[in-house]
């Protein structure tokens, strides 16, 4: 039986409902009287726990934010790319209420009668959330008003304009730096300790460096290595401290699927911090339905593109790579490719013979493995665990960061990325090969990479395909200053033109694609394969027709296209969103910026 925590909460740190100005300028907790309740370690305890917030398995609908995925959702960047954004119709983001949460305990943590290592624990925790706050914070709006106390109606704070994203950086940074020194180390199974506080502070300054580096409009560049060295030295103590290593059992078409498919992490030397599902603890979560590709989302052939050949050779080095069928494009690849995708021949329970594709309108014809549990039991299906935290983050982000400052070394680099590799049974990652032949592919995809290009390419490769469908690759985007790749809208399969298919690998068709203007036969007048099963019929044609497959080409076959809409990300300012409108005429001291 898996290891469990109740969480235990009570009501006056639940967060209460938000007014005018977004929950800053309610009254702090009513229920909580300071005088009353901050007076021991179980006191400081509730009101911490009260505050726990992390990921969950909803996480692996969230690439449909990036390239990763083809969507029919109304994505908010999406919609802004295509349609006329302004700050009266983007109005998400500017929710304060769980700020001042975490700031009255701040406030009034210090009167317990404890010792002073206890108030810097439950402190540490706090400033762990106001940190994570805050960098999504940034990540949105880039300047906002920094708060560190509670505030009362009549404050004139809650009228003060945007703090420069200077002051607030380094204010997530003191936050983050205390947490990690503070923080225990030993905590209660699925709550963060010391080296979750320890990943998200090596996480906030890879993407603060990183951005700096390449965003000349927030002007801080020359302050960009100094977050690097920040992440780089992070990431390595928490290497150093050899608490954690790469879940590898010697069995590279498992090892990584694993992560995504286990009843229990609690026990997984790669998760640094695991959310917990139990049913039979009343807290469980099935994502299946939504997760596989029939909903909103379908995996992008971009993506499928970038993994490497099982031999570490380049896909996209192949001659008519691009003209490759389904069942060859699987052929020979990163195995994590297979533990990612549905690939042809998978099986799908309680299916006896293999899961044929199926195609749709606006999808790409893949689907999504990763986070789909294939199980029929309940009890499986919503016992899942979440890796919120992974070792493999630390490692990536330890290479990263020193690629991007220019000191990374071999040595570093079989430290980090090639035990990724290696756990996906790929040779090793070679830095001087990879500056020496960067792969063209990506320098077209992230062209303002000038310098040490072969090996920080190959680096982001690796994040893409390590951290596919984790909620990871719309922030990489964003650093790096590659929203561009955004305007492309996202395409599928290949089919060379009308007719009969293989989906399953096994050398006989499954689907016939035919003209949108036919008919689709009766089931009794439907044409049999050799194996004496029904094909399946899709009618094919352009987008914007009446058909159920769009190719890019019509009859001429082509990649499958899911719109047809143009896209149009603008630089900066789609880097950033606007300050809602009616927060602006509340406080006329909040300006927009970036041409919002």
Known sequence: MKKYLYILAIAAVSTLAA???GGLDRFPQDAISPNLFFNNEQDLALYVNGLLSQPDRGTYLNDQSSDNVATTAAVEVKNIMVGSANSQNITGGWDWGRLRDINY??????????????????????????????????????DVPWYSGTLEPSSKDLYKGRDPRKLVADSIMADLDFAYKNVR????????????VATLYARAALYEGTYRKYHDEVGLKESANTFLETAAKIAGEIMGSGKFGIYNTGKPDQDYGTLFSSQDLTGNNEVILTNIFDLTKGKGQNVNSTVFGDYEQAPAKDLIQTYLMKDGSRFTDLANYAQMGFVEEFKNRDPRLVQTMVYPGWVRVPDATPYIQRLNKNFTGYHQLKGYVNSTDNNTLNGVDFPVYRYAEVLLTYAEALAELGTLTQGQ??????LLRRRAGLPD???????????????????????????????????????AFENMRYDDLMRWKVGKLLAKSPEGMYFKGLGKYDLTGDGVDDIILIDRTNTIPAEDQKEKNSLGVKLVYYRARNIGTDATVYLKNGNNGGNIVTENVVRNFEEPKFYYRPIPQQQIVLNPNLKQIFGW
């Open 429 to 467: 990652l070679n830095m001087a090969a990879a500056n020496a032949n960067p792969d063209p592919v990506l320098k077209l995809q992230y062209p303002n990479v000038t310098a040490n290009t072969g090996v920080i390419l190959e680096i982001r490769r690796e994040r893409r395909v390590e951290f």
């Open 413 to 418: 680099l079989d430290q980090s990325v090639n």
């Open 185 to 196: 180390e030993s905590v209660p199974v699925g709550t963060p300790g010391k080296w979750a």
């Open 105 to 142: 305990f701040l406030e009034n943590y210090k009167k317990a009668q404890v010792t002073q290592n206890i108030k810097n624990h439950y402190a540490g925790l706090a400033r762990y959330y106001r940190a994570a706050f805050y960098l999504d914070k940034v990540k949105r709006f880039s």
């Open 19 to 21: 007014c005018k100005k």
